[in-house]
């Protein structure tokens, strides 16, 4: 498989980032991406700056943003109406031949630089007509997940440390995501950095809060691909979005610790069967490996529920169906996250 990391969910100056197009691009060369995937605010102003530029792939895609109930919009040409219910808006991104991704599902928090826009209506997880099509949903957004831990006492020290702001997905939001992809609604989960590098007036000047390329060094995305990025941009997007789609992909934040070359398969018989594969038990057990390269507490999640354990490495018999999916953890903090791998009888 060939891996490439990128990041999702961020904003320029055409909506409420503060960075040109390619500010944005030479902040991602640096922080060591090879895709990023812009989204402002109900517009697609970007889209003439799309393409590959630097060796970054760069895809201009929208966010729908009302009052609350946001959701990012992929591969689709016109900006949707944002006053359109939630299930109505989600509905014309599908019909336009596109596809989306819940964003920031659990928030509960105001502060200084952001409201709350938490999703509501969980019974609305996608199309009305699902047919397969593919929904994600962003399970750990770095900026909202650094700004519900913010506060009036402790927002200095957060502004300088961001780090210390970092809690992990929500457990509602891990469960609602299990309890989809168990149920056969097939859900691809992602890490969205919601950069804007928000400029703030301080005595001795101006300071950017949560600068592109440092959180473009926090949750990244890396797709599997059974073959190399394209060199030419419309062939690249197919492949980026068509490892999306099928959950061929995991996320961690790299700010606890690097993993590039993440091992986790189920095998059988000398057959190996990646992240977002399905397999047939067919009454033969099969065998789940993990490595994350370095050390961590590896946990297999079987339907929600950890299954088995190890520290850096993994090795586990499973003969039970269900969907299967890897989560590590650094210094007791959340870091690693994988789609899941679906066993059926």
Not at 18 to 42: N, P
Not at 157 to 180: E, K, M, N, Y
Not at 238 to 267: P, T
Request: glycine share 8%; proline share 5%; hydrophobic share 40%.
């Amino acid at each position: 498989m060939y891996t490439y990391p990128g990041a999702i969910h961020m904003h320029t100056v055409f909506s409420d980032g503060s960075g040109t197009v390619d500010e944005l691009v030479h902040a991602a060369r640096e922080a060591g991406l090879r895709w990023i995937i812009i989204t402002d605010h109900d517009t697609l102003a970007g889209q003439p700056f799309e393409g590959w530029r630097k060796d970054v792939l760069v895809l201009i895609e929208h966010e729908i943003t009302p009052s609350r109930n946001h959701f990012l919009a992929l591969n689709v040409d016109q900006v949707v109406n944002n006053q359109l219910p939630p299930q109505q808006f989600v509905d014309e991104v599908y019909a336009r031949g596109g596809f989306g991704i819940i964003a920031h599902p659990d928030e509960q928090v105001k502060s200084d630089f952001k409201d709350i826009y938490r999703w509501d209506d969980w019974q609305i997880d996608g199309p009305s007509a699902r047919d397969g099509r593919p929904v994600g949903i962003e399970l750990w957004n770095a900026m909202s997940d650094w700004a519900e831990h913010l506060t009036q006492r402790n927002k200095f020290a957060l502004v300088l440390a961001p780090q210390l702001g970092f809690g992990g997905p929500t457990p509602a939001t891990l469960d609602w995501w299990d309890r989809l992809n168990m149920s056969g609604r097939r859900t691809f989960g992602v890490g969205g950095v919601d950069a804007h590098a928000f400029k703030r007036s301080v005595p001795w000047g101006e300071l950017t809060v949560l600068p592109y390329k440092w959180i473009f060094r926090t949750l990244t995305n890396y797709i599997q691909l059974a073959e190399p990025l394209a060199a030419n941009a419309d062939s690249a997007r197919h492949q980026v979005y068509a490892a999306f789609a099928a959950g061929q992909l995991y996320f961690l934040n790299r700010r606890a610790g690097e993993c590039a070359a993440l091992i986790f398969h189920a095998e059988r018989a000398g057959l190996q069967y990646a992240i977002g594969a399905t397999v047939a038990l067919n009454g033969q057990p099969l065998t789940f490996t993990a490595d994350t390269g370095i050390d961590a507490d590896v946990q297999l999640i079987h339907n929600g529920r950890v299954r088995a354990r190890g520290l850096r490495q993994l090795r586990q018999s499973i003969d039970r169906p269900g969907v299967y999916r890897l989560e590590a953890h650094r210094r007791g903090r959340p870091w690693l996250y994988t789609n899941p791998i679906y066993v059926v009888e």
